[in-house]
Nanobody, 123 residues
Framework: QVQLVESGGGLVQAGGSLRLSCAASGLTFSYHHMGWFRQAPGKEREFVAAISRSASNTYYLDSVRGRFTISRDNAKNTVSLQMNSLKPEDTAVYYC????????????????WGQGTQVTVSS
């Protein structure tokens, strides 16, 4: 079955960095667009970043553009999210997701989801 497993979350001070990784199995990774979403307590899940199948296109939430970078390695079936200059408002559970449609921003367009990894940014 399809599995997406996130790693790399943790506690970091404001201004610090974290790198999230997502390892995919059970699917043809190179056929899928990949995205990162996050959900803070009491808030709805929101789009953070996405990358197209061939990595030719990337998409970002305005508030993270310039601080976060999404990348993928189709040979290793992994997608990563490098997060720099972290802010307390970035605190959330971060989810990796996969879809075969060319929808990037909406969570409803994604078929497969990971279990999430907690990112906590202290002020």
């Amino acid at each position: 079955q399809v599995q997406l497993v996130e790693s790399g979350g943790g506690l970091v001070q404001a201004g610090g960095s974290l790198r999230l990784s997502c390892a995919a199995s059970g699917l043809t990774f190179s056929y899928h667009h990949m995205g990162w979403f996050r959900q803070a307590p009491g808030k709805e899940r929101e789009f953070v970043a996405a990358i197209s199948r061939s990595a030719s296109n990337t998409y970002y939430l305005d508030s993270v553009r310039g601080r976060f970078t999404i990348s993928r390695d189709n040979a290793k079936n992994t997608v990563s999210l490098q997060m720099n200059s972290l802010k307390p408002e970035d605190t959330a559970v971060y989810y990796c997701a996969a879809n075969r449609l060319s929808t990037y921003y909406s969570s409803s367009g994604y078929t497969y989801w990971g279990q999430g990894t907690q990112v906590t940014v202290s002020s």
